[in-house]
């Protein structure tokens, strides 16, 4: 009679098949999950949680290396023949494409999330463990003394990630579920740079491909930027997918990751479906091809070398183990 009305409603979806996956497991049932991986121009280098490190010249056969370490192990880069590895509590450097390690430093309280190096900086960045406060250390002697930098813009914008191109240090900072990058041209004075205010954002990496910053965040959002100020937000196919990791071949752009869901969180689930983890582009973003690695399979790291891409990651997705997979 109009005094009462319930309203139904129902949520529905396109999702678009992905193409038959060209992946190939190469390594699984590592103890600790994989968290980054680069090809330094002779060997791809994968690290991870428990000071894991493996190397390979081919990214097929892979051979586990001694890091002197049992601390995670959350990002890698290279210059040169300077390799760096950062994680919780630990710095630690090789110059023999990761063969042999030397502990640098052991900051305590200290999680870094990212690391980048040019001709002359090492710099590093992540978050105090007990009060969650921002970090950067800066290195002028190749690692061997490092002071904090005092100019960071605000203790609460944590480094998730660090790249160094063309005279700029630029790093994911999300503030408050927004997206923010924070960039530096000497490692030294940074500055805050909006990207985005969408709610609920965060980003994990951060690549260049040789022409712009791209910047891969959650729900299917991709970012890029020519000069690191101003960002522009590409047209993705796909919402519900965490993007964790990218790489850029020379001519094709690889992002993959794994779908957003709170199963297996905080209870176990089962999901009706999953939209696909992975887009690739040749044409700078403008189409995108869909793919699948695997199934349950979280893609936290890319590198592209040797003729072909590398993934490292974990599987399952949530607390899994650690997990490699390729593709040409």
């Known amino acids: 009679a109009g005094d009462s009305s319930d309203h139904r409603y129902a949520e529905f979806r396109v999702v678009t098949d992905a193409q038959s996956s060209d992946w190939t497991n190469r390594v699984s049932g590592l103890p600790h999950a994989l968290s980054e991986v680069i090809w330094d121009g002779d060997a791809f280098i994968a690290v991870g949680y428990g000071g894991t490190v493996l190397t390979s010249v081919d990214g097929i056969a892979w051979l586990a290396i001694e890091s002197g370490t049992g601390a995670d192990l959350n990002d890698v880069a290279f210059y040169g023949s300077d390799i760096f590895a950062v994680g919780d509590e630990i710095i630690l450097h090789s110059t023999d494409h990761g063969t042999s390690w030397t502990v640098k430093d052991r900051p305590a309280e200290a999680a870094f999330e990212g690391v980048a190096i040019n001709a002359s900086q090492v710099v590093i960045g992540g978050q105090h463990m007990e009060w969650n406060t921002a970090i950067v250390l800066i290195s002028e002697d190749r690692g061997d003394t490092w002071r904090a930098v005092d100019s960071w813009p605000d203790e609460g914008l944590h480094m998730n990630d660090l790249v160094y191109q063309d005279g700029l240090f630029v790093a994911p900072t999300p ?5 923010w990058v924070t960039v530096s041209s000497d490692g030294k004075v940074w500055n805050e740079v909006a990207v985005s205010d969408e709610l609920g954002w965060t980003s994990d990496t951060i690549i260049h491909d040789g022409t712009q910053f791209i910047l ?5 959002t991709v ?11 590409l047209q993705t196919p796909v919402r519900d997918v965490s993007y964790t990791s990218a790489a850029w071949s020379g001519s094709k752009l690889v992002i993959a990751g794994a779908p957003m869901s709170w199963c297996g969180w905080f209870w176990p ?6 939209v696909p983890a992975g887009i690739s582009s040749t044409d700078g973003g403008m189409t995108w091809e869909l793919f699948d690695i695997d199934d349950d399979y979280r893609s936290l790291g890319l590198a592209w070398g040797n003729g072909r891409f590398v993934s490292v990651g974990q599987k399952p997705q949530f607390d899994g183990e650690g997990a ?4 040409d």
């Open 216 to 220: 891969p965040g959650t729900d299917g």
């Open 324 to 327: 490699i997979y390729t593709a």
């Open 223 to 233: 970012f890029t930027s020519f000069d690191g100020f101003n960002w522009t937000r």
């Open 269 to 274: 689930c089962d999901e009706s479906f999953d």
């Open 175 to 179: 503030y408050f579920g927004e997206a």
